[in-house]
């Protein structure tokens, strides 16, 4: 068999090789972007480029990613970066030498970005593009907005937001990925995974107050305040009934909507450490759910439309409480375990009723995570949580009484009756999965 000659081996790759459906659709998105990204900078005083030089930018991108595809060739792609990084040299001659002042590297950014997602819409994924540059024009778009927010933010909020990037993406990172320990079941990053979702709860929380402010009516108040801390949101509920009994009514109302909401966090808590069985866990906390809600609705109708000022919340992402909720789940995920091994169910639920005392997102989320390995029947781990539930629930009311006096105690009793009840009616009664 006779050798190619050089001349074919080099030959320029079919035009149907370079045009295919998929490829003019990455170039129709390119384009696409590159006028998004351009109409917004055509607006800008920064004129580094504009609705006809982005376009250009995001097709060149595309183009080049085609040609690294056919000649598969990574040189290609750093020659295009290399360009692209001369010509936005060349743009900024003025501001180099000194001639015009600077405002920025906005625009530059945006170009080299437009020029990667160009070749991204190519090599990569076209939904993950797409996604990124409607980001990036939705960030150009709101640069006055966000200087404004970021001007306005008050130290203690961005000391939450600081504290909360501190716990997630610094100390996170670092812990080792792996069980050791009694009964071989803490994983300190597992572990610190989920005080990252409970701050992070608690953020979303306190964001929604920051948001909607102090006067944000009694549905909202104990909404908010259960999603930051329905045990916060009792203590101080119950004090200001104390200094003003008017709102007695208001506040028992308040900390059963927020002793509501621990329902709500479960579901999502359930939801993160055990997707593949969460559905079993809904029909008897739903159950509780919907009675807890038509206690509120009843209880709203009556005083609901009272009107008073929502308590300041603290910052939710304090590295104190992080660590004593860190500290307390991995308590919690011992005693389960040593409580499993000497005892059976009987000894889980004892664990349940005393973490329940001071939280119910603890013993939710190890009983969950043991459930979901296979280590817990399902059964045995919803009931623990209605255990921790209902304690939770006999605690807050001890709290009400002793820092709201008598009268919140017996109000506070009064709504919490029904949903106690049917807490120990599912316990005992709820038929038992095979």
């Not at 305040?225 to 509920?237: D, E, H, N, P, R």
């Not at 929502?310 to 104190?320: D, Y």
Request: glycine residues 10%; contains cysteine; neutral net charge.
């Amino acid at each position: 068999m006779s050798e190619e000659s050089p001349a074919k081996q080099y030959a320029p790759a079919p035009l149907q090789d370079f045009v295919d459906p998929e490829t003019l659709i990455a170039f129709g998105i390119a384009l696409g972007l590159g006028l998004l990204i351009g109409l917004q900078r055509e607006r800008s005083t920064d004129r580094l480029g504009g609705i006809r030089t982005f376009p250009l930018i995001a097709l060149f991108g595309a183009l080049t990613g085609r040609l690294t595809q056919i000649y598969q060739s990574p040189w290609i792609l750093a020659v295009g970066i290399l360009c692209m990084t001369v010509l936005i040299l060349l743009g900024n001659l003025e501001r180099l030498r000194g001639e015009k002042e600077s405002t920025g590297v906005t625009t530059e950014i945006s170009a080299l970005m437009m020029y990667l997602l160009g070749v991204f819409l190519v090599i990569g994924e076209k939904a993950i593009a797409v996604a990124l540059g409607g980001t990036i024009a939705v960030l150009l778009h709101l640069k006055p907005s966000m200087h404004q927010f970021a001007q306005k933010l008050p130290e203690k909020d961005l000391r939450a937001i600081m504290q909360f990037a501190l716990i997630s993406l610094i100390i996170l990172p670092v812990l080792p990925n792996q069980t050791f320990g009694p009964y071989d079941v803490l994983n300190p990053f597992k572990i610190w995974l989920l005080v990252v979702l409970i701050v992070g709860i608690g953020l979303g929380g306190y964001g929604a107050y920051k948001l909607v402010g102090a006067r944000a009516g009694t549905l909202l108040s104990g909404v908010i305040g259960g999603l930051i801390s329905s045990t916060a949101t009792t203590v101080s509920y119950a004090r200001r009934a104390r200094e003003n009994p008017g709102i007695v009514d208001l506040a028992a109302l308040v900390i059963l909507i927020a002793s509501t909401t621990i329902f709500v966090r479960m579901f999502v808590e359930i939801a993160v450490v055990a997707p593949r069985i969460v559905l079993e866990f809904v029909p008897p906390l739903a159950t509780l759910l919907l009675v807890s809600l038509v206690v509120c609705a009843l209880g709203y109708r009556f005083v609901g439309q009272q009107e008073y000022q929502m308590p300041e919340h603290g910052n939710p992402a304090e590295l104190t409480p992080a660590l004593i909720f860190g500290g307390l789940y991995a308590l919690v995920l011992m005693a389960i375990a040593a409580a499993k091994d000497y005892f059976g169910n009987q000894g889980i639920y004892v664990v349940a009723l005393i973490s329940g005392f001071t939280d119910v997102d603890a013993i939710t989320l190890s009983t969950a995570n043991l459930a979901n390995q296979g280590s817990l029947h399902i059964d045995t781990a919803w009931r623990a949580m209605i255990i921790a539930t209902l304690a939770n629930m006999v605690f807050k009311a001890g709290a009400a009484g002793m820092l709201g006096g008598s009268r919140l105690f017996s109000r506070v009793l009064l709504l919490f009756a029904l949903p106690f009840i049917a807490g120990l009616g599912v316990i005992f009664f709820w038929p038992v999965t095979p």
